[in-house]
C-alpha cells in the first residue's frame, strides 16, 4: 500500500510535459497527470505542456528524445523524468518523490 508523502504545503510542484500533438499516448499522459494532480496535488502544482510539432528545437535543446515525457522541475531534487502515459499511478508517485511505501 502507498500513501502520499507528508509534505508542506508552501512547496509548488513544476511539470513539464513532453507531447507528441494529440497522439493517445500524449493526451492519455495529458489526462493521467492532471487527474495525479488534482488527487495528490491540489492547489500545489503547475503544468506545462510543450507539443514537440511545434517545439521541435525546445525538445532537442532539453535532450527529449521520446514522447509522452515528465519532467519534474520543482522541488527539488529536480528534475526527474519519467516516459509513458503515467497510467500507473503509484510508480509514478513513488519516481516523482511524492509517495512513500508503507511498512
Do not use: W
Request: charged share 20%; glycine share 4%; hydrophobic share 45%.
Amino acid at each position: 500500500m502507498i500513501r502520499p508523502a507528508k509534505s508542506k504545503s508552501k512547496f509548488k510542484f513544476k511539470f513539464r510535459l513532453y507531447v507528441a500533438g494529440d497522439a493517445q499516448n500524449s493526451t492519455q499522459a495529458v489526462a493521467n497527470l492532471t487527474a495525479l494532480c488534482r488527487a495528490y496535488l491540489a492547489d500545489r502544482h503547475s503544468i506545462e505542456v510543450v507539443n514537440v510539432f511545434r517545439e521541435p528545437k525546445r525538445a532537442l535543446a532539453d535532450g527529449i528524445l521520446m514522447t509522452p515525457t515528465l519532467v519534474k522541475l520543482a522541488p527539488s531534487p529536480a528534475p526527474r523524468r519519467i516516459v509513458g502515459t503515467l497510467s500507473q499511478t503509484q510508480p509514478v508517485l513513488q519516481a516523482l518523490g511524492l509517495a512513500t511505501p508503507v511498512e
